[in-house]
């Protein structure tokens, strides 16, 4: 028989949950299969893209060269230290050493922001250059001796509008893991968190893995092959 | 809050009876009742379409609604069917309520989740609708690019709808795995569980991996709306057969988000109405995951004609066969178990006797469409109306009403009308058979589907099909009427009126507040082990009332 832990009932401890491992272990569960879903989304894109590239290689080869492999290197190092800094904070949290879990919850939103101030930097250049996505496509100036409308071939604009659906989605979930970041951020700094109750903190953690792993991904594929 | 010494009138139904409890609860049992009214709201609406679409088309021509209109009433009749009925309507509705007490537990896993996808439900059911106010919605359930791109704006709040209804599907699927995974009461082994839970299980599978789909789907079409990203219209160099493979790698496993909780009802109907341990458990269970696993890899079977290349066709007819054989694992198991049951014909067994009919005529006439060289005769004709119709309403929606009779006691805390059940369950069988059946044949003859207007040699059909939705009407209002009734004049009901083993069942009736169990339960035996508890029955007829099943002497084992 289950005993009813009246007594000493843990504060983060929800009503329906015999033990605070069952409810530590249900909640990383549902984080895992909404990581799933996630990767299904993008799975859908991904699909996208391989049929276009599937049906236009050339094209492809040749219209990536417009995405500056510096900058989204830039970024994927940034991703990679995000990734890390969130999880040295789960370890911190486990220690009980709230100051570091903080500092590296600041770290990691630091570099999320960083990563967004770069992508602003690469989009608002392809507009300058009237790469857009879809029918509002039209390349033109000249960059270091080079034409942009050498870019204006048939399915071009398809190589754009899966660009900026990929990156412009990936960027959404930035942006939504930096309002997560901020929220965990507060909980911390009210000392919520202890080894005794760090699911939040795990879990926005695997959440900030998949974005890092997507843009793994989405990296080498647009920018680099 | 303690739940050691409860007062046995408190139920929660009535310990805080304010509409504010009820809206903000956390209750999976409230949380069932309140999709049951939204989706028996939906379900009526949708159907009160489809008594207009039948009566428009009782003649040639025009009868009580022109061609624009007629295409209006069945697209939304088809939007409101399958996304704000059927596909939340048995995971959402019976999920909620019995899964957490089949398990022995006192909710699901993530309650404020729970109660967050029921609110995206109605917001996406209103943005949907919300539609109806901007223009007219055409072109069909499937939104098929570029149609849909180019109809108007109208159609963007539907998709845009569908979109957010996803999401209100994916976090129900996604809580419901975590549930059954982990909080099993104590003995509750994966062959314990009642097949419901199995089935719930597979559909929550599904919901999961497939929704995620239709979401960027919709996200593209959006996008290719207002950004041009000319991934689907070939004007802008898109490819439209993409869209169609997006559309039904969702879509086609979406029809065993639907049909796969009907499964589990009438494993549960069959079991406890026939007294009989359910023959095959382990089979009936795994075909359950067996179906939600062939369903991913079957959707190109709606594309036949659309020019995909003839061996993904062929491919793909292979695979759709595939799912007969789970499927017919499933129907032969029912049947067994009937066999030397001592049946009862309460009304939820009724229908459950009906949906072996009913779902076996519509699953060997889908794999009847699945034949490549069939299927180029019958696409697009009634007869595919006929056979999904058979599945989604003589599936789904019967067996749903065999759940919503068989759980209404524990749900109301009231008995329905039994002589009014029968009578409507009698009404509902010919009336639909009297519908669609007809449906075959003038498809079979070549009748195209969606058409406003037919040739006069398919009027005798046409009008046979429109009086067998009105037969199927006066019947699906009877049921509303007499269930509604129940609520203000039906007897209090026992807490298990039908003598059945699962857990839900030998809890009190109505549930308690604030918890569902005050003791957690300790299984000790399958859920269909009649065999093993003969004298749990023994004053059952009379006043309905049986022993809870741990009050009986354990088997000697």
């Not at chain 2, 419901?196 to 559909?203: E, K, L, M, P």
């Not at chain 2, 009937?338 to 005529?361: E, R, V």
């Not at chain 2, 006691?409 to 009308?417: A, S, V």
């Not at chain 2, 075959?440 to 939705?469: A, K, N, V």
């Amino acid at each position: 028989m289950a005993s009813h832990p009246l007594d000493g009932h843990p504060a983060h401890l929800e009503h329906h949950f015999v033990s605070s491992e069952q409810q530590f272990d249900a909640a990383k569960m549902g984080m895992w299969l909404f990581l799933i879903t996630e990767i299904l989304l993008f799975s859908g894109m991904f699909v996208l893209y391989t049929v276009y590239r599937s049906w236009h290689p050339e094209v492809f080869a040749l219209v990536s060269e417009v995405l500056d492999w510096r900058m989204g290197g830039f970024n994927t190092l940034v991703l990679l230290a995000s990734s890390f800094t969130v999880a040295l904070g789960i370890h911190y949290a486990q220690k009980n050493d709230n100051r570091k879990l903080i500092i590296n919850l600041v770290l990691t939103l630091i570099f999320a922001l960083i990563f967004l101030v770069v992508k602003y930097f690469e989009y608002t250049g392809k507009f300058a250059h009237g790469i857009y996505p879809g029918a509002a496509f039209d390349p033109h100036g000249i960059v270091d001796g080079l034409d942009y409308a050498k870019y204006n071939v048939p399915y071009a604009a398809q190589f754009f509008s899966i660009y900026f659906v990929m990156t412009g989605i990936h960027a959404f979930h930035v942006i939504v893991g930096i309002g997560v970041f901020i929220w965990i951020t507060l909980r911390a700094s009210r000392g919520e968190f202890s080894a005794a109750y760090y699911t939040p903190v795990e879990l926005t953690g695997l959440y900030w893995h998949l974005v890092d792993i997507i843009w793994i991904f989405l990296f080498p594929l647009l920018y680099l092959i | 809050m303690s739940a050691t010494a409860q007062d046995a009138s408190i139920n929660f139904l009535n310990y805080d009876k304010s509409l504010k409890s009820w809206l903000f609860t956390k209750d999976h049992k409230r949380i069932g009742l309140m999709y049951l009214v939204a989706v028996s709201i939906a379900f009526l609406a949708g159907g009160i379409l489809a008594l207009l679409v039948r009566l428009e088309l009782l003649g040639p021509g025009e009868t009580i609604m022109g061609p624009d209109q007629y295409n209006q009433s069945f697209t939304l009749h088809a939007v409101l069917m399958v996304f704000a009925f059927i596909i939340p309507a048995v995971p959402a509705v019976f999920g909620n309520f019995v899964l957490p007490l089949q398990l022995g537990a006192k909710d699901v896993a993530f309650p404020k989740l729970n109660l967050a996808s029921f609110y995206i439900y109605l917001i996406g059911v209103v943005i949907a609708m919300s539609a109806l106010l901007v223009g007219r919605i055409d072109g069909g359930w499937t939104f098929y690019a570029p149609y849909s791109e180019r109809v108007g704006d109208s159609i963007l709040y539907v998709t845009t709808g569908v979109f957010v209804m996803g999401f209100s599907s994916i976090l129900t699927g996604l809580n419901f795995i975590v549930t059954v995974h982990k909080m099993r009461a104590p003995g509750l082994t994966w062959n314990r569980l009642p097949l419901f839970v199995w089935s719930i299980y597979a559909t929550a599978i599904v919901q999961v991996l497939a929704t995620p789909v239709i979401g960027i789907t919709m996200v593209l079409l959006f996008l290719e709306r207002f950004l041009s990203i000319g991934i689907f219209d070939p004007a802008l160099g898109g490819d439209p057969v993409l869209f169609q493979h997006f559309f039904w790698f969702y879509s086609h496993p979406a029809v065993y988000i639907m049909i796969l909780p009907a499964f589990g009802i009438v494993s549960d109907l069959i079991g406890t109405f026939s007294r009989h341990r359910v023959s095959g458990y382990l089979f009936v269970a795994l075909s359950s995951v067996a179906i939600a696993f062939l369903g991913f890899l079957v959707w190109g079977h709606h594309m036949f004609v659309s020019g995909q290349s003839a061996t993904s066709s062929i491919v793909f007819s292979l695979l759709t066969y595939l799912i007969g054989i789970p499927t017919g694992v499933k129907v032969l198991n029912w049947v067994t178990t009937l066999y030397k049951g001592s049946i009862s014909y309460k009304t939820p067994m009724l229908y459950a006797l009906m949906f072996l009919f009913t779902f076996s005529i519509g699953g060997f006439t889908g794999v009847m469409v699945g034949v490549l060289g069939i299927d180029i005769h019958l696409h697009d004709t009634y007869f595919v109306v006929a056979h999904f119709h058979y599945v989604m309403m003589g599936g789904s929606v019967i067996a749903g009403l065999g759940a919503l009779h068989y759980w209404w006691p524990k749900m109301t805390g009231r008995m329905y009308n039994e002589r009014l059940g029968k009578i409507a369950a009698t009404l509902v069988f010919f009336g639909f058979n009297l519908t669609f059946f007809p449906q075959f044949i003038m498809g079979s003859r070549g009748m195209p589907r969606r058409y406003y207007d037919y040739l006069p040699e398919f009027q005798q059909m046409h009008q046979l099909s429109t009086y067998g939705s009105w037969v199927l009407g006066v019947g699906l209002f009877m049921i509303l009427g007499y269930l509604l009734m129940s609520l203000k004049t039906g007897k209090k009901a026992p807490s298990n009126p039908w003598g059945a083993l699962t857990l839900e069942w030998t809890h009190t009736t109505p549930l308690p507040h604030p918890h569902n169990f005050t003791q957690t339960p300790v299984v000790v035996r399958g859920p269909y082990d009649y065999h093993l508890v003969p004298e749990m029955f023994e004053n059952a007829a009379e006043d309905g009332s049986v022993k809870s099943v741990h009050d009986v002497s354990q088997p000697a084992s």
